[in-house]
């Protein structure tokens, strides 16, 4: 019985993971790409901070991010910023912690003046730490060229498909969608919040994946300029704040609010404690807040992402938990989950990394 058109591959969601897994595997299989909403990239791609950042997510996922640069940078989607890690002096030993756990990985540290790289910064800010190779990233750029590159390979992209039900006979994936019926050797779950929920629907055993809502804000701000600041974080994990165009100002309280997966709305109190923090680091009047808006950043329990096939269910393929380095990764990650999703050597790029780090079997003993 014939159920739709039939693919090797089909990914579930359509935001950066799904996207740049859809263009790695580069015509090598036949590969359908689902997306709940009508644009694809709607939820946590579409809301990214836009900062690229080797230190970010730890040593775990340094190794993705420090791969993806190259690639990242030759695209064209990475422009120079810098970001400084500041503390006061009963952060002392965070700072400490900090530079040590990056020993040894090639990612640039420099203890510096925080006071030197941020006008009107408090004075009770004493110390800093310079990430000199972090960048701002063509976040939307990016998502649009595998997309592109995806579709001149002959993926082909349904878009109001939210899945409904997925039944496994013979070896082949019966899918129900709110677009229509389709077949396929491979689920992919790359669903980012929903990726649980996803997991449930065809069987498989759910990972413990947890969306967090994460605020950012836009202001205004006097004084208006802010030429040459780079991204400012706490070494605490209160607050970041980095400079846009038009001499604008994204903040954010670095917030983890645990949620279901929802369309996620920017709360008041949230915004409220973002600026309270933000004032609590430099003297500049806060004149205007432009925008104000939320994503989810959605983790494993260890909070590495999850590449490979399922050891309990058949023909199901985690790509996900990539919380909010995602996009920062998604060049090595997505080399990475192809070669283990076709059972091919991996790219050179990412040769060196060691793919059980990202395993769905570390959750082996998940009920």
């Not at 695209?75 to 965070?94: C, M, N």
């Not at 498989?204 to 004084?223: C, E, F, K, S, W």
Request: hydrophobic share 45%; with cysteine; proline share 7%.
């Amino acid at each position: 019985m014939n159920d739709g058109p039939r693919y090797d591959i089909a990914i579930v969601g359509a935001g950066i993971a799904g996207a740049s897994l859809a263009a790695a595997i580069r015509g090598r299989a036949s590969v359908l790409l689902i997306e709940a909403e009508d644009v694809p990239g709607y939820h946590a791609t579409g809301r990214s901070a836009a900062f690229w950042s080797e230190s970010y997510g730890g040593p775990g996922v340094q190794p993705l991010t420090t791969a993806s640069g190259p690639p990242l940078r030759a695209g064209g989607f990475l422009q120079p910023l810098g970001s400084l890690h500041i503390g006061r002096s009963e952060d002392a030993a965070k700072i400490e912690a900090f530079l040590a756990e990056f020993a040894g990985t090639g990612v640039a540290l420099q203890a510096v003046d925080p006071a030197t790289l941020v006008p009107g910064l408090r004075p009770e800010w004493t110390l800093g730490v310079m990430e000199a190779s972090s960048a701002y990233i063509d976040v939307s750029g990016l998502h649009a060229d595998c997309l592109a590159r995806a579709k001149r390979d002959g993926v082909v992209r349904v878009g109001n498909a939210t899945l409904l039900a997925a039944t496994r006979n013979g070896g082949t994936w019966r899918l129900e969608t709110r677009a229509g019926m389709f077949e396929a050797d491979v689920i992919v779950d790359a669903a980012g919040a929903w990726a649980d929920p996803v997991a449930r629907i065809a069987g498989a055993h759910p990972i413990g994946i947890q969306p967090y809502r994460r605020t950012v804000v836009q202001l205004r701000t006097d004084p208006p300029s802010h030429e040459g600041l780079p991204h400012v974080s706490d070494i605490g994990g209160n607050f970041y704040f980095k400079p846009e165009a038009g001499g604008k100002l994204w903040l954010s309280p670095h917030d983890e609010t645990p949620v279901d997966p929802h369309d996620a709305q920017a709360e008041e109190l949230d915004v409220a404690i973002a600026i309270d923090r933000f004032e609590s680091v430099v003297d500049w009047r806060v004149t205007a807040v432009e925008r104000r808006w939320a994503g989810l950043r959605s983790f494993a329990p260890d909070r590495l992402p999850v590449y490979g096939f399922d050891a309990r269910t058949p023909g199901f393929f985690w790509c996900a938990g990539q919380g909010g380095f995602g996009i920062q990764t998604a060049p090595a990650a997505a080399a990475l989950a192809a070669s283990l999703l076709l059972g091919v050597t991996p790219d050179e790029s990412v040769a060196a990394i060691d793919p059980a780090m990202y395993a769905p079997a570390r959750f082996a003993a998940r009920k």
